[in-house]
């Protein structure tokens, strides 16, 4: 993989923010369980919506050396179905995908506590980054 100078991944971490609030108002993350498609143009398929989670707008309250802060804390937010979290899609607010992510338990680009969630509860995001290229 190339390795690429700050001032490159600084600006490719700054289109993903721009692209997750270029709808009217603030983008999401949105969670799911089932098989991850195969990329973020990918359709669903039998994926199940577990929560979504609305960022601030703009998204990122920070944006340094190809890293950029999630502007948090974010929620709570109400879990709509049980299942175990496995990818997570980042969207603006008219629905376009901006990207899609890893989720579940820690290890996963979208961590949470557990992997299970369960309908009905909360779901609270404390802190979080995207880290563009070899930052």
């Not at 359709?43 to 944006?63: H, K, M, N, Y």
């Not at 890293?67 to 629905?95: C, W």
């Not at 309908?119 to 980054?129: C, E, F, L, M």
Request: aromatic letters at 6%.
């Amino acid at each position: 993989m190339a390795s690429l100078a700050t001032t490159i991944r600084t600006a490719r971490v700054t289109l993903i923010g721009d692209a997750i609030d270029a709808g009217a108002s603030a983008g999401e993350l949105r969670v799911y369980a089932g098989a991850p498609p195969a990329n973020a143009g990918a359709a669903l398929g039998g994926a199940t919506l577990l929560v979504t989670i609305d960022f601030e707008d703009p998204a990122f309250s920070d944006v340094t050396a190809g890293v950029a802060t999630i502007d948090a804390p974010l929620g709570p937010f109400t879990i709509t179905a049980s299942g175990t979290a496995t990818f997570a899609r980042a969207m603006d607010s008219d629905g376009t995908v901006v990207a899609q992510f890893t989720a579940g338990g820690t290890g996963n680009e979208v961590a949470f506590d557990t992997a299970g969630l369960v309908q009905g509860g909360t779901v609270t995001v404390d802190s979080g980054t995207i880290t563009e290229g070899n930052a």
